[in-house]
């Protein structure tokens, strides 16, 4: 019998939550820029980041937001677009993560100076403080290089795509729509997306191309698209223009290579007449040093005895 009631109370329970589901009064959330942000965005790859963006959102933007330097929000907003960094980080939270560095490692500096007894506490906390600003400036750089080295890496293949997309029969946009919907997912395609997306939210073609250029930073690419946006406009045909483009990024691909292999030839002297060129010396001379040695031993004892 208890059995029974308790289990009818289960049942009644379920019923009464399912019809307060059904009548309950919807309610308004307010979406705000914000947390449209805040739904946007995407993980840092950077595990120490992830793990202080509570307390930089919580403790440090406030602050920082306050602060007067514009000219660094610019230049750092466009750095960490050029990284591909837009989604994960804005300038004041990156700001803010290297204010938080420095304290931590000057902190942990002067800790072990005088816990150990290591060298000056002050010169290791200005050296360890120094390093805290100045790695993560260094760690976005290496980020921007690692992109841009993708997309120079893409940009030949991509173009080829365009051109034949073009010559088939498509327009332009519809070559980009093309190519961005076949080609393997890379941060050059994630650019052409959004290029495509301004364009249907009403931005004009060479507008959005020179957005383009101005997000990525690269020289190779602001060319490309300025020679684009000329043949645009002046009406040239673009299927010439791409083929032309892309026997030209070709060729300076190919000068790049042989640049880099030059490079590597002099940057190969330093190691081996440092390192390889003595271990040569060594096993070549060494065997017969030790075969001499005896008779030299010989012949200056015997002049030493001899002058005395």
């Not at 289960?10 to 009064?25: E, R, V």
Request: net charge positive; hydrophobic share 50%; aromatic share 10%.
């Amino acid at each position: 019998m208890n059995i029974l009631l308790i289990a009818l109370l289960i049942l009644g329970l379920c019923f009464f939550f399912i019809a307060l589901q059904f009548f309950k009064s919807p309610e308004i959330e307010i979406i705000t820029e914000e947390k449209l942000d805040q739904e946007k965005r995407k993980k840092s790859s950077s595990l120490i980041f992830r793990l202080l963006l509570p307390i930089i959102s919580k403790f440090f933007i406030p602050w920082v937001s306050n602060l007067r330097i514009d000219n660094f929000r610019k230049e750092m907003k466009r750095m960490i677009i050029s990284a591909g960094m837009e989604e994960e980080v804005s300038p004041d939270e990156f700001f803010s993560f290297r204010i938080i560095l420095v304290g931590i490692l000057t902190s942990m500096a002067a800790f072990v100076s005088v816990a150990y007894n290591v060298g000056s506490p002050f010169v290791l906390s200005l050296l360890f403080g120094l390093m805290g600003f100045v790695f993560p400036y260094m760690w976005l750089r290496d980020r921007r290089k690692r992109r841009h080295e993708d997309i120079r890496r893409t940009l030949p293949f991509v173009v080829d795509l365009l051109t034949l997309a073009t010559e088939a029969g498509l327009d332009f946009m519809g070559s980009i729509g093309r190519v961005v919907e076949k080609a393997k997912p890379g941060p050059l395609i994630e650019e052409l997306r959004r290029v495509l997306q301004q364009i249907q939210l009403g931005t004009s073609r060479a507008d959005s191309l020179r957005n383009m250029s101005w997000r990525i930073q690269m020289s190779e690419v602001s060319s490309f698209i300025a020679v684009l946006v000329s043949a645009d406009q002046m009406g040239a045909p673009i299927g010439a223009v791409l083929r032309a483009q892309a026997d030209q990024i070709r060729t300076d691909r190919f000068v790049r290579a042989e640049k880099e292999g030059a490079k590597a030839a002099q940057k190969i002297l330093i190691p081996l007449l440092v390192l390889i060129l003595p271990a040569i010396f060594l096993v070549i001379f060494g065997p017969l040093v030790l075969r001499v040695m005896p008779d030299i031993g010989e012949i200056l004892k015997e002049g030493f005895v001899g002058g005395r």
